[in-house]
């Protein structure tokens, strides 16, 4: 496009723009998190008197990727940030508001080895020692059903958050993982990330314990059985997340020994409203990392493992797989060896 055909945007405008045209495409939890990646790109703009995105050019674009890199921020995060402007840019270019071929011209940071993938995992030693922990000390309390079903499954935080009590099947063994965005549990993928997922004995007879005997038999706003609920209804993100926090203290089930050398009495990640600054206490999503891993490890097939976490196989070897160069060349070798040469 000649530039003289482009209409002034400014950056704001833009952004607004861009959240409405995505809010039907991506969930809720992914168009904030392109909003806060964004705001940053727009701020920059601001401090640097950019109001119409009609003027931006690569040199800008690259000038805005050193302010960030210069803030000190992980490589990884620099790389999601910058492919989401990437997308936003693109966008403003269908509005003929920049100049053609200015997303191309952004450059991700390309990631290697540890800078590829996020830092936080529950390894399998630190689950089973959890999981031990809450089979001889909390058996069949919420922590107990919530932690065994996100390891045995690998699901997300909102999976296991949209889950009502008709979804779990015991005799068969299996749950059903639907989106419901009009009752406020959407899928992050939406309609195909809906599935039903297998389930193992023992976590089945966990929740199955957990929802007779511990349950807060309640509903949620639009009337719904959750199997995860407080006396308000159905649990949220917050408490979700605190619970996770609070289960992944590591003086929580290794016998209150600290690896940290913090006295527990004096630590406020003892706090059971502040869990988080615990050092070793970790996100929801180290489990799935940590599942996802542990299922490879275990010589399961990539493209089951894609279909039963709702997870693309390159995503998988990009950001989750977390095994090493010789134990993926061990598991290799015992196909390898049974090859007639």
Known sequence: MNPNDLEPL???DALNLYKKDRKREVSDA???SHGYRLKNFVEWCDSEGIDNLNDVTGRDIQRFK?????????PATLKSQMDTLRVFIRFCESINGCIDGLAESINSPSLAGEDAKGTDIVPTQKAESILSH????DYASIHHALFRLLWASGMRMGAAMSIDLQHIHKRSEYVELRHNPETDTPLKNKKSGERDVSLDNRTIRVLTDFIDENRIETTDDHGRHAVFTSRHGRLTRNTVRNYVYRITRPCTYNGGECP?????DECDGMNNMTPYKCPGSTAPHSIRRGAITHYLSEDVPGAVVSDRMDVSEDVIDEHYDERDSRT???QR????DQVDL
């Open 260 to 264: 940290h050398d913090r006295d527990p």
């Open 328 to 330: 993926r060349m061990e």
């Open 66 to 74: 050193i302010f960030r890199q210069d803030q000190g921020i992980a």
């Open 134 to 137: 809450l089979d001889k000390f």
């Open 333 to 336: 070798r015992e196909y390898v």
């Open 10 to 12: 400014d950056p704001h």
């Open 30 to 32: 992914t168009l904030k």
